[in-house]
């Protein structure tokens, strides 16, 4: 059965970096809230692109940085050879 999402279950699973995620995403998206470039599909998809690459880079360093038992580096050096 699955265990009910509860406060006790967030502070137990959920690293902290986690509940920044989507402010970070709005601060990399602001650029799109203006209409007259939200209009224009170049930049509205080149704006997507950066925030989305960035995203993917913010999520790379957390991922290698945060101390857990798999073996992190390990995967980021062999996927590197």
Request: hydrophobic share 55%.
């Given at each position: ?9 967030l502070q137990g699973r959920v ?67």
């Amino acid at each position: 059965m699955a265990e009910a999402v509860s406060l006790e279950f967030l502070q137990g699973r959920v690293q902290l970096w986690f509940y920044f995620l989507p402010v970070i995403w709005i601060l990399l998206m602001v650029e799109l809230y203006d209409a007259r470039r939200a209009r224009r599909r170049r930049d509205t998809l080149t704006g997507i692109s950066i925030a989305a690459l960035i995203s993917a880079a913010l999520y790379l360093v957390v991922f290698f940085i945060t101390p857990e038992d798999l073996p992190r580096r390990g995967s980021l050096s062999s996927s590197l050879q």
